[in-house]
Each structure stands twice: as C-alpha cells, then as structure tokens.
C-alpha cells in the first residue's frame, strides 16, 4: 500500500498547480482524502478534504476561491488544483487517506511547492 503526491514544483505568484495524489495497493475511493501542507518552520495544517462521497471540506480560508480538489475515481488519483498562488503557499504538499471506521491512515511522500513573489 503506498501513497503519493506529486505535481509540485517552482511557479510565480499568481499562477497555478495541479497536485495528484495516487494510490497503489488499495482504492482511494473508498477513503477520505487531504490535503495537508507544512511550510518551513511551521506545523502542518490540513488544506481541503474531500469525503468517499465527495464532499468538499476547506480546512483553510485562505485558500477558499483558489483551491479546488476532485477526484478521478478511475484513475485512482485525487487532484489538488491550487490557482492564484500566493507566496505563503509555498509549503511541502502532502496527501493522506483515511477511514477511521477501519483504523487506517495512510501518508504518502510529500511534494514541495515554491511560489515566489
């Protein structure tokens, strides 16, 4: 079972990002999907969720307008469509899959996003 999160990388202010998060080993449909992000020197904080149901939860406003999440269930992949970048969004970017029902939680590798000013 592994997870993992990619898509990162160095873009100006203002532009965008696509992040995929992929599983392997297991279905992501069946889990709760975040989006968790830490910035250097901070703790990490969760960014948007998105249920086995596909309910939308923004865990940060500051991203409300500007980040979106979907899932592919075919593909097996959940996307973190991130606009408007803004410097303080530069941060390693995580995927997680949860189900608390069956006590699993799984974290994958992580993938840096830089936006600079």
């Known amino acids: 079972v592994q997870l993992q999160a990619s898509g990162g990388g160095l873009v100006q202010a203002g532009g965008s990002l696509r992040l995929s998060c992929v599983g392997s080993?297991?279905?992501?449909?069946?889990?709760?999907i975040g989006w968790f992000r830490q910035a250097p020197g901070k703790e990490c904080e969760g960014v948007l969720f998105?249920?086995?149901?596909?309910?939308?939860?923004y865990k940060l406003e500051s991203v409300k307008g500007r980040f979106t999440i979907s899932r592919d269930n075919a593909q097996n992949m959940v996307y973190l469509q991130m606009n408007s970048l803004k410097p303080d969004d530069t941060a390693v970017y995580y995927c997680?899959?949860?189900?608390?029902?069956?006590?699993?939680?799984?974290w994958g590798k992580g993938t840096l996003v830089t936006v600079s000013s």
């Open positions: 997680n899959a949860y189900a608390p029902r069956r006590g699993e939680d799984f």
């Open positions: 998105i249920s086995s149901s596909g309910v939308k939860t």
């Open positions: 080993g297991f279905r992501l449909d069946g889990y709760e």
